[in-house]
C-alpha cells in the first residue's frame, strides 16, 4: 500500500523491506545522482512527506524551490486552468442557447398575439354579420307578416290574390 495522500509516511515497512526500489536514490549513489536537499517537515527519524500523485518523496533544495510538490501543483494548476476555460465556453454555449431560446420564444409570441388579434377580428366580425342576419331575419319576418296581410285583405275585397298588370 502507498504512503496516505499528502499526508506522512508513519510505521509502513520500507521499500526494501518489500523488495521494490527506492523512490529516492541510496546512500551508495554519488552526490551527482542524489537531490541536493533536505526533508521538509520535521518528524521521528524515518518520516517523510510524499506526494499525493506519485508516491515520491517532496524535498525542498537547497536554492530553496521544491521538486514534485511545485511540479504536481504546476500540473494541478494547469489543469484547473483548462477546465475553468471549458466551464466558461460551456457557459457561453448555454448562454447562446438560452439567447436563441428567448429569441424563438418572442416569435412565439408575436404570433400567438397575431393569431389572438386575428381572432378578435374575426369575432368581431362574425358577431356583425350575426347581428346584420338577425335584423334581416326580423325584416323578413315583418315582410312575410305584411305580405300574408296584404293577401289576406285581397281575399277579403273579392279579388284573386293575384295581381294583374
Known amino acids: 500500500v502507498g504512503p496516505p495522500q499528502g499526508g506522512q509516511r508513519e510505521g509502513a515497512p520500507s521499500t526494501q523491506e518489500k523488495g521494490k526500489r527506492r523512490a529516492s536514490p541510496s546512500p551508495e549513489v554519488g552526490p551527482s545522482k542524489r537531490a541536493q536537499g533536505k526533508q521538509v517537515m520535521g518528524g521521528p527519524p524515518g518520516s517523510a512527506v ?4 506519485s508516491g515520491a518523496p517532496i524535498e ?13 501543483l504546476w500540473r494541478r494548476v494547469e489543469g484547473l486552468e483548462r477546465l475553468l476555460v471549458a ?7 448555454v448562454r447562446e442557447e438560452r439567447d436563441g431560446a428567448r429569441w424563438e420564444l418572442d416569435g412565439v409570441r408575436r404570433e400567438w398575439d ?16 350575426l347581428s346584420c342576419l338577425q335584423e ?12 300574408e296581410a296584404a293577401e289576406v285583405a285581397m281575399q277579403q275585397a273579392g279579388g284573386s290574390g293575384v295581381w294583374e298588370t
Open 50 to 53: 510524499y506526494s499525493p500523485t
Open 114 to 129: 397575431l393569431a389572438w388579434k386575428d381572432k378578435d377580428v374575426a369575432v368581431g366580425t362574425a358577431t356583425e354579420r
Open 60 to 72: 525542498q533544495f537547497a536554492d530553496g524551490s521544491w521538486s514534485v510538490a511545485e511540479a504536481y
Open 136 to 147: 334581416l331575419e326580423v325584416r323578413t319576418v315583418h315582410l312575410q307578416v305584411r305580405a
Open 87 to 93: 466551464c466558461e465556453e460551456e457557459i457561453q454555449g
